[in-house]
Structure formats: structure tokens, C-alpha cells
């Protein structure tokens, strides 16, 4: 059964960092293009990273480039969300998700093709 799990999520004032973590036993992981999505209160979920299945292409929605860095560890496992800058606009439930089409070398700036979802960690930053 495949799980991803997230981690890392908190309270943070804006201006500040953290790090989300998801940790995936997903045997193909390697194989597998990964993503976060955030859903803020009241809003539909949005596409925030991504990353290739290599780790060799990354992907960021324009309201957090030059601020969130994705990045991933293949011996972990582990898909990881660098968070800097942090706004109020960024709080929200930031999910993780894994791409079911295994070595897809396309790009990503939705939802499409994940398959695998975790349930979520909370991010809230103060103003």
C-alpha cells in the first residue's frame, strides 16, 4: 500500500523558513515524478512544485518562485519542500503527491498524473 506522509509543518512568522519533508514507501519512488500542492482555507488546491522523476527538472508555481526550493533524496525516499520567505499568503495545508506515470519526462504545473496523495501537513504564517 502506498503511503506518503508529510512532515515539517508549523507556525511561522512571515519573513521566516521551514522545511516540509515526505517520506514515501513507494517501491518505484526512484521512477516517480513528485509534487506539493497547498489548499488554503476557503480556496480550491493549487499546484505549488514539482520535480522530475530524475530530480533533474523542477517546476514552481509563480507565487513561490525565487522563494521555495523542491528537491528530493532517492536513498530516503523522500521528497522535500524548502521554504523561505514566508508570507501570509502561503498559509495553507500543503500536500504531497506522487506521479503514477512512472519516468515521465514532461513538465508539470497541475495536478495531472498524480496519483498518490498524503494527507497533509498545516503551514500558518503570522503577519
Same mark, same amino acid.
Request: charged share 20%; net charge neutral; proline share 2%.
Given at each position: 500500500?502506498?503511503?506518503? +506522509?508529510?512532515?515539517?509543518?508549523? !507556525? ?5 523558513? !521551514? ?19 497547498? #489548499? ?23 507565487? +513561490? ?15 522535500? !519542500? #524548502? ?9 495553507? +495545508? ?28 498545516? +503551514?500558518?504564517?503570522?503577519?
Amino acid at each position: 500500500q502506498v503511503q506518503l +506522509v508529510e512532515s515539517g509543518g508549523g !507556525l511561522v512568522q512571515a519573513g521566516g523558513s !521551514l522545511r516540509l519533508s515526505c517520506a514515501a514507501s513507494l517501491p518505484t519512488f526512484r521512477m516517480n515524478g513528485m509534487g506539493w500542492f497547498r #489548499q488554503a482555507p476557503g480556496k480550491e488546491r493549487e499546484f505549488v512544485a514539482a520535480i522530475s522523476w530524475s530530480g533533474g527538472s523542477t517546476y514552481y508555481a509563480d507565487s +513561490v518562485k525565487d522563494r521555495f526550493t523542491i528537491s528530493r533524496d532517492n536513498a530516503k525516499n523522500t521528497v522535500y !519542500l #524548502q521554504m523561505n520567505s514566508l508570507k501570509s499568503e502561503d498559509t495553507a +495545508v500543503y500536500y504531497c503527491a506522487a506521479d503514477g506515470r512512472l519516468f515521465y519526462s514532461g513538465s508539470y504545473n497541475g495536478d495531472y498524473g498524480m496519483d498518490y496523495w498524503g494527507k497533509g501537513t498545516l +503551514v500558518t504564517v503570522s503577519s
